[in-house]
């Protein structure tokens, strides 16, 4: 069951400008935008209350609306509060988290906070928006969809982190070069992951519930449910969350921060294994947003690094030198 009163804002390129519009998405049915300056948007989190109303009156005010087609030319959604900077923006995440891998328990009220692993995935300009490909290494081990929650925070000019928002996304990685040595993880996520550009306003979602389907050569070759909200967590996402700022690197000025809270199990826990042009289809029935991507593997490129220097003759050592 969908959740149609949440509110909802999402930035988009459009006439070679920055536009913000708000509103749930809807097939066919155009978007309303309001040109933004570069930064507004996480200028507008920064200094107000997050709230819709107040995100209205900030982006909106002395603004004329441009009612766009979503198939209208030069149009391009945006992850959301994406900075222009490359590199400006990080996206990161949890391991580990969900309830089914902790045998059902939650973690004990008032116990000692042992966080669960993390990992960094790359920069936000990374990040894939749905209907894009999804690259992976020519050879991976096992690959993993994992449609999961991201928060999004954006810092102030102090580095002090302000929570704008969620969104969905499919972390996709290969979890079979993960289980062949834990060591392995930083390469194992050196897999492109998606955003959608929705920005939910407002706290994380305790219910996040959908299904996948993984579509090969025109036919469904698998699919199956998920559950990724908070009470499908073993932590709560607050906990992860403020861990996580305590250290400054993800705390400097202007940074936008997405954290991917965790997925549930997967069609690889179902024995089932993601091919090179598989179209993987995350329906979050929760929350009405429906995305897909298509997994490409890439070939390495050329060798490029010369091989080593030989080492000097013997002779051309002098002693003393």
Not at 181 to 206: E, Q, V
Not at 222 to 229: L, V
Request: net charge negative.
């Amino acid at each position: 069951m969908s959740s149609p009163h949440l509110p909802v804002l999402f930035e988009a390129e459009y006439d070679g400008a920055r536009h913000v519009g708000f509103g749930r998405p809807e097939d066919g049915v155009p978007h309303t935008l309001h040109r933004v300056g570069e930064g507004a948007v996480a200028a507008a989190f920064v200094a107000g209350d997050g709230s819709e109303e107040a995100l209205r009156a900030a982006l909106t005010e002395g603004s004329d609306p441009v009612v766009v087609r979503p198939d209208e030319p030069g149009l391009r959604l945006l992850p959301p509060l994406l900075p222009p900077a490359s590199g400006a923006a990080l996206l990161s995440g949890f391991m580990g988290t969900h309830r089914k891998k902790w045998g059902g328990e939650t973690a004990p009220q008032g116990a000692e906070f042992i966080p669960p692993k993390w990992f960094f995935k790359g920069f936000g300009d990374w990040v894939r928006l749905p209907g894009e490909d999804l690259v992976v290494p020519a050879r991976p081990v096992a690959l993993i969809e994992e449609p999961e929650v991201a928060l999004v925070y954006v810092n102030d000019a102090e580095g002090t982190p302000h929570y704008a928002g969620y969104t969905f996304g499919n972390d996709l990685c290969d979890i079979g070069l993960h289980r062949k040595d834990p060591g392995y993880n930083p390469y194992c996520k050196l897999c492109d992951t998606a955003l959608t550009p929705w920005l939910f306003l407002g706290p994380p979602p305790r219910t996040v519930t959908g299904r996948v389907t993984i579509v090969r050569d025109g036919t469904t070759a698998w699919e199956g449910a998920f559950d990724c909200g908070d009470d499908a967590l073993y932590h709560r996402a607050q906990d992860m969350a403020d861990h996580l700022f305590t250290y400054p690197a993800v705390r400097r000025p202007g940074l936008v921060n997405y954290v991917l809270l965790g997925a549930d199990e997967a069609s690889f826990h179902d024995g089932f294994r993601i091919a090179d042009g598989d179209r993987i289809a995350v329906d979050v029935k929760s929350h009405g947003v429906a995305f897909a991507n298509r997994v490409r593997f890439v070939s390495p490129a050329p060798y490029a690094t010369p091989a080593a220097a030989p080492l000097p003759a013997a002779d051309s050592f002098v002693a003393g030198a």
